[in-house]
Each structure stands twice: as C-alpha cells, then as structure tokens.
C-alpha cells in the first residue's frame, strides 16, 4: 500500500497520484485509510491524557480508578468509525458524481463530495446548524483543492532535486573558495 507497487499509487516518491479504479474499490480503500487514520487518533487521545477512562456508569468498571476495556474501546473505535464513514461517504459520493456525469472529473465533483463528506463530519455534533456550515465549509474547502491543481510548488525541477537530486562523488570547489584558501593558507583544510 503506498509504495509504488499498488494501482492507487504512480510511483515510489510521486506525491501526486490519480486515482482511478472501481468506484466500489475506491470507496472501501478510502474507508478503511480513514478508519486507520481514525485508530490512530483515538489511540493518540487515549494516551494523552494520564487519567483513567472509565464509563458514565460505574456498572462495567470492575475497580475504580482504573482504566475499563469498554470505555477505552469507545475512546479509540468511535473517531476510526467517523474518519472511516467521512473518507468512505466522500469516495462514494465522488464515485457516483463521476459515473453519473460520464466520468468527468472536475471540481463539481469535489464540490458535492466534500459536502456530502462535510455533512457527516458535522453529524457528530447533532445540531444541523453545524451539520449545514461544515458540509458547506468542506464542500468550498474541497473545491478549492481541485482547483489548485496538483502543482502546489513554483519550481518544480527545485523541489525535484531537492528530493531526488544526488550530490556528486568528488566535490568541486568554486573558484572563489579555491581564491581564498590560496589568500588564506593556514584555513585550507577547511
């Protein structure tokens, strides 16, 4: 997954891939990076805090004071299920815009995708104030990603070297560096 060898991904290094395939492919691959994503977030808002989780009611937490399997799973499964249905409702979404339109892929896409997407990521909240405002937000959001186009850099030959670009084996000096170690001998095996 991600390197190189899979049909989601171009090449080795390539940041910007195009990812095409079944739609139904698409949509479970997106699901469950969503739902790793969402694991290790969990997990990372589980450690964070050095108390113990515990349930609301003291029914399953066998010792007080200390940590209750069931709460911890809920600390840890609830966002891997929100990423996961907020990735996979997006990839669905965009999958089903594409096919509807002839596989045309352009910024509507994005567009009613992001909102679909923005729409669930507001569902955790329950007021659909906020359920309308993110699904806009991230709709806009979405959009302006596409339209930015996959070049995100001015130089791309620059950001090419600096990634790939190898020094040579033998090292040459410039010749004003060569100028001063003759003016300054004492600092030439600098």
């Known amino acids: 997954m991600g390197g190189g060898g899979d049909m989601f991904s171009t090449a080795v290094n390539d940041p910007k891939?195009?990812?095409?395939?079944?739609?139904?492919?698409?949509?479970?691959?997106?699901?469950?990076?969503?739902a790793l994503a969402g694991t290790f977030y969990g997990a990372c808002v589980a450690a964070w805090f050095p108390d113990p989780i515990e349930?609301?009611?003291?029914?399953?937490?066998?010792l007080p004071g200390r940590t209750d399997a069931r709460a911890l799973g809920r600390t840890v499964l609830r966002p891997a299920m929100w990423f996961s249905l907020t990735a996979g409702t997006?990839?669905?979404?965009?999958?089903?815009?594409?096919?509807?339109?002839n596989d045309i892929?352009?910024?509507?896409?994005?567009l009613v995708a992001g909102m679909a997407g923005g729409a669930?990521?507001?569902?955790t909240s329950g007021r659909p104030?906020?359920?309308?405002a993110t699904a806009i937000g991230?709709?806009?959001?979405?959009?302006?990603?596409?339209?930015?186009?996959?070049?995100?850099?001015?130089?791309?030959?620059?950001?090419e070297h600096k990634r790939m670009g190898y020094l040579p084996k033998q090292h040459v000096e410039s010749d004003a560096l060569a100028s001063l170690k003759e003016k300054f001998p004492q600092h030439k095996n600098l």
């Open 55 to 62: 349930s609301a009611g003291k029914k399953y937490s066998p």
């Open 120 to 123: 669930v990521i507001g569902m």
């Open 129 to 132: 104030q906020v359920v309308a």
């Open 105 to 110: 892929q352009d910024p509507w896409n994005s």
């Open 90 to 101: 997006f990839t669905a979404v965009e999958c089903a815009m594409e096919a509807a339109r």
């Open 138 to 159: 991230m709709g806009l959001f979405m959009v302006g990603l596409d339209l930015s186009g996959p070049k995100t850099v001015y130089d791309e030959a620059a950001l």
């Open 17 to 34: 891939q195009k990812i095409s395939g079944p739609g139904l492919e698409r949509t479970l691959y997106s699901a469950g990076t969503g």
